[in-house]
């Protein structure tokens, strides 16, 4: 695009509802934060599910880590990183069930990396329709041929599997958790497809890992299906509360993206900092994953039944995502505008990030909200909803 187009492409992304800002916001835990004027807010757009973010053991871990610097000073092939980086790792593929795990900077540079270190032109990548991003953009850097199937639709990835010629690698990619409608990847019968036609599964348990699963270890456990899955990725910035992303697989792999992964070799390391607190994270799940997902459970319950008793059209599922597609983007941006106005801070999901026609508020809830925050969001979301309707 040429850049004296910009301003008019401005115009045409606003007149469509579309236009995003930024708005500052100060977290004083997942369930709330303090805007720059000093205003109270009601957060239900956060995706630290466990409220893992202000555990006080996991801000110790950060602070004490501190001492080791407040960057890694490089990347990790010519600088090294922190213990507390490899620590992460070894923790990660116990948690996980696998030989060994390597983190990125961040959970979309997972996907770019691993896609991009794994994947050639020989190969073919069959990719759910509703992917996330970063997996989109990983099967776009990756060269390989990519074959889209309608979301979840395991008969046409069936007919796509056996139809399609591929010299290579078959990869099936998908998300455990759907991002913006909150539903579980059907892993049973991807497992199947993948055995039947000798494919590689990868699964982006971005929002599983913490989330589902009994003791929160993501769409594996949650099916019980442990190692099925090839390749597991993963995020830091969700349930772990910290940053970053990670890649689960066998010790070959993890090896081979470590010497060949573009996206990892350039990249200066995460910090200590941010290692410990994810560390911390994860092992406070583990060592009480009934606290932590209890919590999670009740309280996305909690909403769910309300709203949906209300009669707000919900999409259905159990996961802590809460979509209410509106369909028409001004709309959904006037619904969101209507609750940050009552104090309630939700996500105003829109194209790009979803099909056209299918704008929606997305609500996410945590661990960390009370009884009385989910009764004060369901009354401002069934008070607004009534208005606009």
Known sequence: ????????????????????????LRMESAA???GRDGTARLVFHSNDYLGMTHEPA?????????????????????SGASFELSDLEAELARFKGYEAALVFNTGYMTNLGVLYGLADKRDVIF??????????DGCRISRASVAVYPHSDMDALRRLLRDTPCEGERFIITDGVFSMDGDVADLPALAELAHTYHARLLVDDAHATGVIGETGRGTAEYWHLPGVIDLQVGTLSKALGSEGGFLCASRPVVEWLRNRSRPFIFSTAIGPAT?????????LLEADPAHYLGRLRRNTALLRDALTEAGL????????????VMG?????????????????????IRPPSVPEGTSRIRLTVTAAHSTDDIDRAASILIRTWRALS
């Open 1 to 24: 695009m040429k850049l004296s187009h910009i301003p008019a492409a401005l115009d045409a992304v606003r007149a469509r509802g579309e236009y995003r800002t930024i708005s500052d």
């Open 32 to 34: 709330r934060g303090t």
């Open 58 to 78: 996991v801000i110790a871990a950060a602070r004490d880590a501190l001492r080791w610097g407040t960057g890694s000073g490089g990347a990790r092939l010519t």
């Open 127 to 136: 990719s759910d329709s509703l992917n996330h991003a970063s997996l989109i």
């Open 275 to 283: 290692a410990a607190a994810a560390l911390a994270a994860l092992r």
């Open 313 to 324: 059209p919900l999409l259905a599922g159990h996961t802590p995502i809460l979509p209410l």
């Open 328 to 348: 028409d983007p001004g709309k959904t941006a006037a619904f969101a505008d209507r609750c940050r106005a009552e104090g309630l801070l939700l996500s105003a």
